[in-house]
């Protein structure tokens, strides 16, 4: 038996909804502190863009920093769905980008995520 595509989305939104309310923003922000802030922090650019904000921005929109053109002209806006895509492999989500650095499980994901979504004020 095969769902309707509307119900298909409705449990693909669910799921995230409910990976993103399972998430642990503290062990995020351990493991952003530690994976990540050797080139990002979330108030300054660094070797990466300044994070304070992410969630829900348009990839290479922050301010003062030098995106690859790949990331500038790109359509990704931040979220649960494009965050974790971009965590996972960078260079299929924009082809082109600069990023080489990926997080391999996905419960470390969500808790990165988490942190972000949290900094951001969502």
């Known amino acids: 038996m095969r769902l309707p595509a509307s119900l298909m989305a409705v449990a693909l939104a669910l799921a995230v909804a409910a990976d ?3 998430a ?5 922000q351990e493991l952003y502190e ?3 802030g050797g080139c990002h922090s979330l108030d300054a650019n660094r070797v990466g863009p300044a994070h304070r904000g992410v969630y829900g921005r348009k990839a290479g929109s922050a301010r003062n920093f030098n995106y690859s053109p790949a990331v500038k002209n790109s359509t990704v806006v931040w979220g649960e769905r494009t965050l974790d ?4 492999n960078p260079q299929a989500l924009i082809p082109g980008q600069r990023m080489n650095f990926r997080v391999a499980t996905g419960e470390d994901r969500a808790d990165i995520i988490a942190y ?7």
């Open 20 to 22: 993103a309310a399972a």
């Open 24 to 28: 642990d923003a503290a062990h995020g």
């Open 34 to 36: 530690s994976r990540c």
């Open 85 to 88: 895509a971009w965590l996972t």
């Open 116 to 122: 972000l979504r949290q900094q951001s004020g969502k």
